[in-house]
């Protein structure tokens, strides 16, 4: 068990439709970030959040957005879904910067859009 | 830029030994290896850092040639347990950490 907490494990939902996936990072932890991972693309960083404040950047679209609360929990919403964002999205923690630090990764939000 | 990483998938035999190779086109600050199991989140396993320093597992060995912008992973002696799929990630400043297509090791008894 990493410390990370994401829920749900699993959403099933319809094209065009909106939803948010939540994650709770290991205690202590500033950074969070969002991570998609389809079978074709690997694993793709989407956003970092450091302290409540957006830090980095990725392949994120304009359909889809993020924050990172007081309390240090995060949301990724994604809107107007599409077929091609079903995907499992990982949250992953630190203490500090990517750079030169372990992050921990949750079980993932597997997102099936039908 | 994604990492290049080579060979796509190995399979072994338990004891044997394994190299998986990240190459970059950029130039190199770090490099983060995770291993990832069929069904599970990534794991860590090692960071090395530009100048030389290491940060990670005590039973799995990398090297990381700045000047070639490449890492290579060594796995000696591998156990079952070793299966899964390793990616290796670059970068982690503004434009976050960028991982490899990953590399897919399957040992069999």
Redesign the interface.
Known sequence: D?GVTQTPKHLITATGQRVTLRCSPRSGDLSV?WYQQSLDQ???????YYNGEE????NILERFSAQQFPDLHSELNLSSLELGDSALY?C?SSLG????????????TRLTVV | QQPVQSPQAVILREGEDAVINCSSSKALYSVHWYRQKHGEAPVFLMILLKGGEQKGHDKISASFNEKKQQSSLYLTASQLSYSGTYFCGTGGGADGLTFGKGTHLIIQP
Do not use: D, H, P, V
């Open positions: 990493s970030y690997g694993l793709q960083f989407l956003i970092q830090r980095a950047k990725g990982f992953a910067g990517q750079q030169n630090t372990e992050a921990f990764f949750g079980q993932g």
